[in-house]
């Protein structure tokens, strides 16, 4: 802790304290009906605020490189299951989507090269003979 952060620290406290002092100091000079009523509206907050604490992590697993929270649910509602499901489906299905038009534009690709190596005035053949690839690399 670095001495600005102490000095911070000490003031802090030196402050609480005198505001405990001076809250102290008032509660002499209130009716013993109204202190009364303060000290049970304190024990139902604290009742309350015991009641309505944020849910603790019960437990923390971790596996690889990730960490997960678990509230001790037990079982999930079924809703929440298919909540939980549905990024995954979705993702599956964008790659089978994806997966499906690429074979679809592949096949195209190929059947216009067969097409045009058909309809051309070469033989197929040509196209196999080592001296036509000489040929294009001369370039002419």
Known sequence: MSTTQLI??????????Q??????AGT????????????A???????????????TASSVISSG????????????????????ALPLIALAAGLI???TIE?????????EVDAALLTDDLPPSAYADPGFVQFLKSGD
């Open 8 to 17: 911070q620290s000490q003031l802090e406290d030196r402050f609480g304290r």
């Open 19 to 24: 505001v405990a002092a001076r809250l102290a």
């Open 28 to 39: 002499a000079e209130i009716p013993y009906n109204v202190t009364e009523r303060l000290r």
């Open 41 to 55: 509206a304190r024990v139902q907050a604290v009742a309350r605020r015991k009641q309505t604490q944020l849910r």
């Open 65 to 84: 490189g990730a960490a997960a929270l678990t509230f001790g649910d037990g079982g999930q509602s079924l809703w929440n299951r298919i909540a939980s």
């Open 97 to 99: 989507l994806i997966h």
């Open 103 to 111: 074979n679809d534009r592949r096949a195209s690709e190929v059947a």
